[in-house]
């Protein structure tokens, strides 16, 4: 069981909006740490999508972004495409831990 | 380009060890924090260990720790992953990863993997 939690899956058609939760704890989110979020296509090694919480790496287009709220955190993609159809991960800090953490993963599935 | 490039990945039986390595290119290795990503079989991401650019601060997951030991050479770009005792549970695609910024753990460079199986 992942110290963050996120939703097994997601759906959405294209053009729409979704959003992925992941739900920390006062030892992680809550505390401040920041939160990241990874976008991995099949076969493929982790993309990072967004850094620092709300922070897109060059590259990554405005379409996605991040948020957060006390204890969670959220990654939200508009305008969905089918090239977003993938596994997507959130990672923090836990000081209870001492070390990283990632959430369980979300399976998006474009409509 | 950066590249990070894993081997040392095979088949081994539980209880014994292997040795992980990820050679590093296209960046100022000893400027990073390095980590150490698995993911097992059809399953999530899992962060194994991480060490900053001088190997002051050395932090395990609970799952390994003790078992485990991470290290860099940065006169050779070189990351390291000594694994001992090894058990099923630890069969997983171990990815060599680089830290974006000191301090805020985010992975910005990731190389393809080293397969590691543990089975008799």
């Known amino acids: 069981q992942s110290v963050l939690t996120q939703p097994p899956s997601v759906s959405g058609a294209p053009g729409q909006r979704v959003t992925i939760s992941c739900t920390g704890s006062?030892?992680?989110?809550?505390?401040?740490?920041?939160v990241h979020w990874y976008q991995q296509l099949p076969g493929r090694a982790p993309k990072l999508l967004i850094y620092g919480t709300t922070n897109r790496p060059s590259g990554v287009p405005d379409r996605f972004s991040g948020s957060r709220s006390g204890t969670s955190a959220s990654l939200a993609i508009t305008g969905l495409q089918a090239e977003d159809e993938a596994d997507y991960y959130c990672?923090?800090?836990?000081?209870?831990?001492?070390?990283?953490?990632f959430g369980g993963g979300t399976k998006l599935t474009v409509l | 380009e950066v590249q990070l490039v894993e081997s040392g990945g095979v088949l081994v039986q539980p209880g014994r060890s292997l040795r992980l390595s990820c050679a590093a290119s296209?960046?100022?290795?000893?400027?990073?924090?390095m980590h150490w990503v698995r993911q097992a079989p059809g399953k999530g991401l899992e962060w194994v260990s991480g060490i900053s650019w001088n190997s002051g601060t050395i932090p395990y997951a609970d799952s390994v720790k003790g078992r485990f030991t991470i290290s860099r050479d940065n006169a050779k770009n070189s990351l390291y992953l000594q694994m001992n005792s090894l058990r099923a549970e630890d069969t997983a695609l171990y990815f060599c990863?680089?830290?974006?910024?000191?301090?805020?753990?985010?992975?910005?460079?990731w190389g393809q993997g080293t397969l590691v199986t543990v089975s008799s």
């Open positions: 990672q923090s800090y836990d000081s209870s831990l001492s070390g990283v953490v």
């Open positions: 006062s030892s992680s989110i809550g505390t401040g740490y920041d």
């Open positions: 296209g960046f100022t290795f000893d400027d990073y924090a």
């Open positions: 990863a680089k830290e974006a910024l000191a301090g805020n753990w985010a992975i910005d460079y």
